[in-house]
């Protein structure tokens, strides 16, 4: 039975979106506040704030439009800029959260901002002596260390009561990556590592009934996504047939590509399950999350990029 998004389930719940900015984090950002969540989005693009700490992106998406969105759908979207590598920012970010709002009940660790680092395909399976060192180190602080810092100054305010949800966003789950290599040496040490986080945090936060859980979208059609492919949300099957003059042909598996909303309405079902505990450890995907809770992406399909 299909679950359609409920206004109500997490109307009384404080979530913090951690790189809200664009792709996944957006999508459960807006997914969070379908379901009534006040979500506060984090990351480094803003409209309005400090220009010289923006994205390693040349993109135009910002924290407020991902707040505005939010707020659209349902929920109360409130956009603060937060460059999650510097641990005096996020100290000062759970102050203000602690001031604002006392507590937190969600935290998804989304922070990546390595997509253009890790370089195009055809540079993947480069090996480790050949690929520029500084570039790779900056990929494991961007992927992992962001998490850490996030994790040391914001879950004190999850842990204060049972019930609190910490969801780390990685990209393959943990069978997966245990036995597929995954682009280079960095990439494939950031995605296993995030798994790896769920499963240490959730051994410490079970004990204070609290739960963590890795999250895998699929193919994900995000904004950097859907414009490689020269093509929109609305006409991205396009990409499959070859059509889009001067841009690349997408490959089949794209077929089976999903909105970043997708998984946060999976993330929302589970944040809303009063027996979500039952999750903690665990490395799930997108697909994982909509069999098990019913949610569908937008077009009210499951596809399964990892099937």
Known sequence: ??????GHTLADRIAVVAGATRGAGRGIAIALGEAGATVVCTGRSSRS??????????????????????TEHGGTGVALQVDHLDSAQVARLAER?????????????DIWGAEVLKGPPPTWNTPI??????????????AIDTHL?????????????????????????WDHNAHNYRI??????????????????????GAVGATAVSVSPGWLRSEMMLANFGVTEENWRAALDGTVDGFPT?????????????VGRGIAALAADPDRARWNQRSVTSADLSRYYGVTDLDGTRPDGWA
Do not use: C
Not at 51 to 70: F, G, H, K, M, N
Not at 97 to 109: E, F, K, P, Q, S
Not at 184 to 205: C, I, M, P, T, W
């Open 49 to 70: 704030g400090d220009q010289s700490i923006r994205s390693d992106y040349d993109r135009p998406e910002t924290i407020e439009e991902t707040a505005d969105l939010v």
């Open 129 to 142: 002596w050949e690929l520029d060192l500084d570039t790779g180190l900056r990929i494991l602080r961007l």
């Open 97 to 109: 959260l602690r001031a604002d709002y006392g507590h937190i009940d969600i935290l998804v660790n």
């Open 184 to 205: 280079s040496v960095y990439y494939d040490l950031a995605k296993v590592s995030v798994n790896r986080l769920a499963f240490s945090q959730g051994h410490e936060l």
């Open 1 to 6: 039975m299909d679950a359609e998004p409920d």
């Open 149 to 173: 810092i996030t994790s040391h100054h914001l879950v004190p305010l999850m842990v204060d009561r049972p019930g609190g949800l910490l969801v780390e966003v990685t990209d393959g789950t």
């Open 250 to 262: 997408a490959p089949e598996g794209f077929a089976q590509s999903e909105t970043p909303r997708y």
